[in-house]
Each structure stands twice: as structure tokens, then as C-alpha cells.
């Protein structure tokens, strides 16, 4: 099997995980946020959304600058733009895996503000550290968030105390 068709499999498993939170987080509930230090729940909810943005960058791009980029976080108001953002960033990011090869999945990807890297990676590590597992980790964080706010957790990797349909 090539590398991308197991990268667009485990995209659809957790792509769909993502959404189904992401559907049920209530738009007068964007601002709350469970410290000051933390992230408000709408902007967390967006940085999930735009995460999927970052696939299509890591296959299409050998080299990305924060300094010269232009890069800006997304700001959603509603559960319209919320879910918007989503799927233009899923959209692309499956179109840019499907046209992946195996070569372009082992060559190199970096992540740097001018001369200082944060990622110096195959793009494959990248996907799958920075890609896949970033977004696992925001995803829990969510989940607290929403247990903290008596929002229904929908099943991820198995069974909810809120939705034990398995």
C-alpha cells in the first residue's frame, strides 16, 4: 500500500472525529475559555478546523516561514464559518495527499521563523507528529472544555459516558 493511502484513511477516521465535536460546540459558548492562559473555546475549535490547512502546506511546500508567510490564525463567529474553514481544509488536504507519492512523502519539509527551525523533518514524520497527533492533542483539550460546559462528548476512539452507542 502507498504511504498516502494509509495517510487519507487515517485522515477520514479522525477528520471525522474531529467534525462531530466540532458540530456540537454552541457559538455562545466561543468565548469561554477555562483560564485566562487558555486558548477561548472558539479559537480552539478553529485552530482544530484549520489544522487540516497544514496537510496540504507539509505535501505542497518544502519550506514554510512564519516570518514571510502572512500566516494569521482564523477567527470563527459561527458554527457556519466553524465548520466552513473545516471542510475547505479537509477538502485539501485530501486532494493534496492523493497526489502524493512515496518520494514526495520521504523528502524533507521545514518549519522556521527566518533562521530559527522548529521542524526539520521527511514530510511523512511531519504528517504524522505535527499533523495527526497536533490534532489529536487539540482535540482532547476540547474535550475537557466540553465536559467543563456539560456538552455531549460524541464517541472518538470508542464509546462516551455520553454517547455509548458502539
Known amino acids: 500500500m502507498a504511504l498516502n493511502e494509509s495517510l487519507l484513511k487515517e485522515l ?22 477555562p483560564h485566562e492562559k487558555s486558548m477561548s473555546m472558539g479559537s480552539l475549535a478553529a485552530h482544530i ?10 505535501v505542497n511546500t518544502d519550506d514554510f ?21 473545516f471542510d475547505d481544509g479537509l477538502n485539501k488536504a485530501v486532494e493534496s495527499l492523493k497526489n502524493a507519492d512515496d518520494k514526495k512523502l520521504h523528502g524533507h519539509w521545514i518549519m522556521r521563523s527566518n533562521e530559527k527551525v522548529f521542524i526539520d523533518s521527511p514530510r511523512m514524520e511531519v504528517l504524522r507528529s505535527f499533523f495527526f497527533s497536533h490534532s489529536a492533542h487539540h482535540r482532547g483539550q476540547l474535550s475537557v472544555y466540553m465536559r467543563m460546559n456539560d456538552i455531549l462528548l460524541p464517541q472518538v476512539y470508542g464509546p462516551t459516558a455520553d454517547d455509548t452507542n458502539f
Not at 49 to 58: G, H, M, P, V
Not at 66 to 78: C, D, I, L, M, R
Open 49 to 58: 478546523a484549520e489544522n487540516l490547512d497544514w496537510a496540504a502546506l507539509i
Open 12 to 33: 477520514k477516521i479522525e477528520a471525522a472525529a474531529s467534525r462531530k465535536m466540532l458540530e456540537r460546540i454552541p457559538e455562545d459558548k466561543y468565548d469561554w475559555k
Open 65 to 85: 516561514n512564519f516570518e514571510t508567510s502572512g500566516y494569521k490564525s482564523p477567527k470563527v463567529k459561527t458554527k457556519t464559518e466553524l465548520l466552513n474553514l
